[in-house]
């Protein structure tokens, strides 16, 4: 037995997951056009390399937004919207190969910074066993703005690959891995079968150097 490992934003989904729902939330008057505006600034600072902490900055932002907020109502506007536009954003190529991954018998993990509500429906839609996502403290059925435990960005994703697969006792070399971002490498080099998926440039760089697998989809 062995695990297939996906980063979502740009490597399951085409378009960063939060970012994608966002307009959606502020339509149905659950987030501020303010709240809008630090999400979209958020991404734009990621993809430009310009966050010295991002774990830092993306605890403040979402205790800033989710602060205060219902769990129920926020799953429910996540789930239509993803039923009405977000799945089809999933890159086909993609999902055909965690259907591949499937019929080897291969378990499907997701990892991703994305809070938990977001990833649950990725991983449930594509009947992936198991993920690992960025935790939200709920008190008296509210949000309260803090993240609990780790945000899985950089080595914190290869620390969950590397807890997975002893904890299942899975040889890394018998693995998958599949990310786009150059912060994904620690997870991608460390099994056997490294993936990079329409990679940035920093990590298409290093994917050619090291002569992991490249998908341009």
Same mark, same amino acid.
Request: proline share 4%; hydrophobic share 40%; with cysteine.
């Given at each position: 037995?062995?695990?297939?490992?996906?980063?979502?934003?740009?490597?399951?989904?085409?378009?960063?997951? #939060?970012?994608?729902? /966002? $307009?959606?939330?502020?339509?149905?008057?659950?987030?501020?056009?303010?709240?809008?505006?630090?999400?979209?600034?958020?991404?734009?600072? *990621? $993809?430009?390399?310009?966050?010295?902490?991002?774990?830092?900055? !993306?605890?403040?932002?979402?205790?800033?937004?989710?602060?205060?907020?219902?769990?129920?109502? +926020?799953?429910?506007?996540?789930? /239509?919207?993803?039923?009405?536009?977000?799945?089809?954003?999933? &890159? =086909? #190529?993609?999902?055909?190969?965690?259907?591949? %991954?499937?019929?080897?018998? !291969?378990?499907?993990?997701?990892?991703?910074?994305?809070?938990? =509500?977001?990833?649950?429906?990725?991983?449930?839609?594509?009947?992936?066993?198991?993920?690992?996502?960025? %935790? +939200?403290?709920?008190?008296? $059925?509210? @949000?309260?703005?803090?993240? &609990?435990?780790?945000? *899985?960005?950089?080595?914190?994703?290869?620390?969950?690959?590397?807890? @997975? /697969?002893?904890?299942?006792?899975?040889?890394?070399?018998?693995?998958?891995?599949?990310?786009? *971002?150059?912060?994904?490498?620690?997870?991608? %080099?460390?099994?056997? @079968?490294? @993936?990079?998926?329409?990679?940035?440039?920093?990590?298409?760089?290093?994917?050619?150097?090291?002569?992991?697998?490249?998908?341009? /989809?």
């Amino acid at each position: 037995m062995a695990a297939a490992f996906y980063d979502l934003d740009r490597t399951i989904c085409s378009i960063p997951t #939060e970012k994608a729902f /966002c $307009n959606y939330l502020y339509q149905k008057q659950i987030i501020s056009k303010y709240d809008v505006a630090k999400v979209m600034w958020g991404f734009i600072k *990621y $993809n430009l390399h310009i966050i010295p902490n991002y774990e830092s900055f !993306r605890c403040n932002i979402i205790k800033s937004i989710m602060k205060n907020m219902n769990p129920a109502t +926020l799953n429910e506007a996540l789930t /239509c919207a993803f039923n009405t536009d977000v799945r089809f954003k999933i &890159i =086909p #190529e993609i999902k055909k190969s965690i259907i591949e %991954q499937q019929k080897n018998n !291969r378990k499907i993990v997701i990892i991703s910074t994305a809070i938990e =509500p977001i990833v649950k429906i990725f991983s449930e839609y594509l009947n992936a066993d198991d993920y690992f996502a960025t %935790q +939200l403290e709920v008190i008296d $059925n509210k @949000y309260s703005g803090k993240v &609990i435990g780790p945000i *899985y960005y950089g080595k914190q994703k290869y620390l969950a690959v590397l807890n @997975y /697969c002893s904890k299942n006792n899975f040889l890394l070399g018998n693995c998958y891995a599949y990310g786009d *971002y150059i912060e994904d490498r620690y997870m991608i %080099q460390s099994v056997g @079968y490294p @993936y990079a998926v329409n990679p940035d440039k920093k990590l298409l760089r290093l994917a050619i150097k090291n002569k992991w697998n490249i998908l341009t /989809c």
